[in-house]
């Protein structure tokens, strides 16, 4: 019921949705510090995908998969990317080392979590900025590639975030996306995507994908989650949110409620 009832409130008044996860995401970075929680997305399983991983990035395997999913649709070896809603910055970090861009900036809201993006990452070719994705820092045509993992349901407004993507993107570069909605906004989102400068090139419902990376990871989460020093309401909040098995969120999928979506988009000009 708190879900629905939030949900109202955030179509009724976007800019209390972007406070809500500008605080939340904000108290989260400080209350939960640790290295170890480099990821807050869900993940995506294929029995097709077997990347090579370092054993230090086998413990998030699934959400990596997510990121290797949207981002290798386009190469990036050599390109300067950008993503929008880093949050804690594994991702990002995640494709600096794996996808060997020529630059990774990450752009987050968030102040605290860009300052332990600071903290957790030392590389001369990724960096952080705390930015609003509605009115990014950055000249035009200024990157490559634009990358935006499970972050713009969060945002005001997506038509200010797509024609901020639109501005920011040099002609032809790449728009490569991935988020939830609930399932009869989906054609709203795809419109949104295929709107301003940009076109939408292909889109997957991957779902099925997300639901079964929660199976393999709900067991590791819930341990994880339980050994935070957050209290105890806080703690349930995250399970549901970080999608283990059994909770609302994960529900959600399963009944068909929520549908998550990957897609891919050109600028034209």
């Known amino acids: 019921m708190i879900y629905r009832l939030l949900y109202s409130i955030f179509k009724r008044f976007p800019w209390i949705k972007q406070?809500?996860?500008?605080?939340?995401?904000?108290?989260?970075?400080q209350k939960v510090s640790s290295s170890k929680l480099k990821f807050?997305?869900?993940?995506?399983?294929?029995?097709?995908?077997?990347?090579?991983?370092?054993?230090?990035?086998?413990?998030?395997?699934?959400?990596?998969?997510?990121?290797?999913?949207?981002?290798?649709?386009?190469?990036?070896k050599g390109l300067k990317v950008l993503e929008v809603g880093s949050g804690r910055g594994g991702g990002a970090n995640y494709i600096n080392e794996y996808l060997e861009?020529?630059?990774?900036?990450?752009?987050?809201?968030?102040?605290?979590?860009?300052?332990?993006?600071?903290?957790?990452?030392?590389?001369?070719?990724?960096s952080f900025?705390?930015?609003?994705?509605?009115?990014?820092?950055?000249?035009?045509?200024?990157?490559?590639?634009?990358?935006?993992?499970?972050?713009s349901h969060c945002y005001t407004s997506m038509d200010n975030f797509i024609s901020e993507v639109s501005r920011v993107l040099k002609p032809n570069g790449h728009f490569?996306?991935?988020?939830?909605?609930?399932?009869?906004?989906?054609?709203?989102?795809?419109?949104?995507?295929?709107?301003?400068?940009?076109e939408l090139l292909s889109y997957e419902d991957?779902?099925?994908?997300?639901?079964?990376?929660?199976?393999?990871?709900?067991?590791?989460?819930?341990?994880?989650?339980?050994?935070?020093?957050?209290?105890?309401?806080?703690r349930n909040i995250l399970k549901s949110f970080a999608g283990v098995k059994g909770g609302k969120?994960?529900?959600s999928f399963a009944n068909g409620y929520f549908k998550y979506i990957s897609a891919v988009c050109i600028n034209k000009e």
């Not at 807050?40 to 399983?45: F, I, L, P, R």
């Not at 490569?176 to 940009?198: A, T």
């Not at 991957?206 to 957050?230: F, G, H, P, W, Y």
Request: proline share 2%; hydrophobic share 40%; with cysteine.
């Open 206 to 234: 991957i779902t099925s994908n997300v639901i079964r990376a929660s199976d393999e990871m709900s067991a590791q989460r819930i341990d994880l989650i339980n050994r935070l020093k957050v209290g105890k309401y806080v």
């Open 40 to 76: 807050m997305n869900y993940g995506y399983y294929s029995e097709s995908m077997n990347i090579s991983l370092k054993d230090e990035d086998e413990l998030e395997r699934y959400p990596i998969q997510l990121y290797h999913h949207v981002a290798t649709k386009v190469a990036l």
């Open 129 to 151: 900025l705390q930015g609003s994705s509605e009115d990014m820092p950055f000249g035009d045509n200024t990157f490559d590639i634009v990358i935006n993992v499970e972050s």
């Open 101 to 126: 861009p020529k630059e990774m900036i990450g752009l987050d809201l968030s102040s605290s979590a860009i300052d332990l993006c600071d903290t957790f990452y030392k590389s001369d070719r990724l």
């Open 176 to 198: 490569l996306f991935c988020d939830l909605r609930r399932s009869n906004y989906v054609n709203e989102m795809l419109d949104q995507l295929n709107s301003h400068s940009l």
């Open 19 to 29: 406070l809500f996860w500008k605080i939340w995401y904000t108290r989260l970075a």
């Open 249 to 251: 969120v994960y529900d």
